[in-house]
């Protein structure tokens, strides 16, 4: 039973010490009882205190980790129900589904757009997590030699799919190392299920026709020692799936449920046969609230929409959407090529960049941090002002990279010419650059003719 917020703070040191970041510790131990804050941000709480503590500061939704290395998943630890109110934590996991009954051609073909479609976007790799493999055949072998195969060609965090216990046991074996998924303990298995999930320490998919029954069955699992717990609530039509997603993040984070406070798993190609529908269906789970989405099959035209929709929604709202700070060649440029300066605003630096690609002017365009602010507001706010522009373009790199003493800067802040100038030396020459990024092609152009 989840403890409310006096009684957390009757436990609390009642320092008022401000170093967990608010206030008072009324304040943390009503935030504690929400789900909005950690008992390890208090650095003066008792061990004793931490272990009755323990239930009231666990996310309501349990947070569980996957794979392996680079590609390492986890689902659940959300504590919103609207990512405005704060913001959605663990991505939605995204996966293909092979069989072992598959021709060797479709399977090939599933393991090559998994290892292949991948994006560079914003900084980051965006891309598709896992493989459930599914032992549809009912041989142990196939199911081994496929799960084998995964393992050796792709990177993938897998999901195991079997009913057949010693079949899910030999491809826990080869698989044990990233941490599969065991799809799924039933009320007819669970006990044996459970046991393998104990026994190569893997999280486990608890299966069950309706929720009533996955409450039931979670809480059976969670008696034979196992935690790292996934769900199926069994729904296979849009409208119920929809349903049980908002119910499950509800009854975890409003009522406290720990029966349901786990993530949930759905296979799109159960739900729909037309591909199109598939991917729109997948694009509501994304957002409400899927902690796993398995596709039958996926397509770069498909997958990417999937893979920005997550990107954006799992994004802090608070935050704007960054771009690291550096130097980016566009055109590969050279010694002579014309520099020129922006924010690291990651819409500003697509605007630019996409603007300097147009005018076939190999250019450096050098990203500035200023918090991920536009230029205006970067500028009123004093963060992309005169003096901090001079200390970025000497300490970046750029000089190593050009023999030239030119720099252009966003003709909104023409006014800092002066103080960037004066911070640059001499021998710098600072160009007012175009108001409007749509004028930049234009006058790089200009700048070369010149």
Not at 37 to 52: G, K, T, V
Not at 68 to 91: A, C, I, M, S
């Amino acid at each position: 039973m989840a403890l409310t917020g006096i009684q957390i703070f009757k436990l609390l040191p009642k320092t008022n010490c401000k170093e967990c970041g608010v206030p008072t510790c009324l304040a943390f131990a009503m935030n504690l009882a929400a789900g909005k804050a950690e008992l390890s941000a208090c650095p003066y709480i008792s061990d004793e205190a931490r272990a009755q503590l323990a239930e009231a500061s666990a996310p309501p939704i349990r947070p569980i980790t996957m794979g392996e290395g680079e590609n390492k998943l986890t689902v659940g630890g959300e504590t919103v129900l609207f990512r405005h109110e704060k913001t959605f934590v663990n991505k939605t996991g995204i996966g293909v589904l092979i069989t072992d009954a598959m021709a060797e051609a479709d399977v090939a073909s599933r393991i090559k757009q998994f290892t292949s479609l991948k994006y560079e976007w914003i900084g980051l790799i965006l891309r598709a997590e896992m493989i459930a493999i599914k032992n549809v055949s009912g041989d142990a072998g196939k199911f081994e030699a496929l799960a084998r195969r995964v393992m050796a060609e792709t990177d993938a965090i897998p999901v195991l799919m079997s009913d057949n216990v010693d079949a899910m046991k030999a491809a826990l074996a080869v698989c044990a190392s990233r941490l599969p998924l065991i799809y799924a303990a039933t009320a007819q298995n669970f006990e044996a299920m459970a046991a393998l999930a104990k026994e190569f320490k893997c999280p486990l998919v608890a299966k069950a026709d309706d929720l009533n029954s996955l409450s039931e069955l979670t809480d059976k699992i969670v008696a034979a020692d196992v935690k790292d717990i996934v769900v199926d609530g069994g729904a296979r039509t849009v409208k119920r799936v929809f349903e049980d997603m908002v119910f499950l993040r509800r009854a975890a984070l409003t009522q406290k449920n720990r029966s349901l406070g786990f993530s949930p798993i759905v296979f799109t190609g159960e739900i729909t046969s037309d591909p199109l529908k598939e991917t729109i269906v997948a694009a509501m789970l994304i957002a409400k609230y899927a902690g796993i989405v398995i596709l039958s099959d996926f397509q770069g035209e498909s997958l990417f929409p999937l893979l920005v929709e997550r990107l954006n929604i799992y994004t802090d709202p608070q935050r704007p959407m960054m771009m690291k700070e550096g130097i980016y060649p566009i055109g590969n440029p050279t010694e002579d090529s014309p520099v020129t300066i922006t924010t690291n605003f990651a819409l500003t630096y697509f605007i630019v960049s996409g603007e300097i690609e147009a005018s076939r002017v190999p250019t450096w365009l050098l990203v500035m941090e200023t918090e991920g602010l536009s230029v205006l507001t970067a500028w009123a706010a004093g963060k992309f002002v005169g003096d901090a522009m001079g200390i970025f373009i000497k300490k970046c790199g750029i000089l190593d990279k050009i023999k030239h003493r030119k720099i252009i800067i966003p003709g909104y802040v023409a006014s800092v010419s002066g103080d960037l100038e004066e911070e640059l030396g001499p021998d710098w020459e600072v160009k007012i650059g175009p108001r409007e990024a749509a004028h930049l092609s234009a006058f790089l152009k200009l700048e070369i003719a010149g």
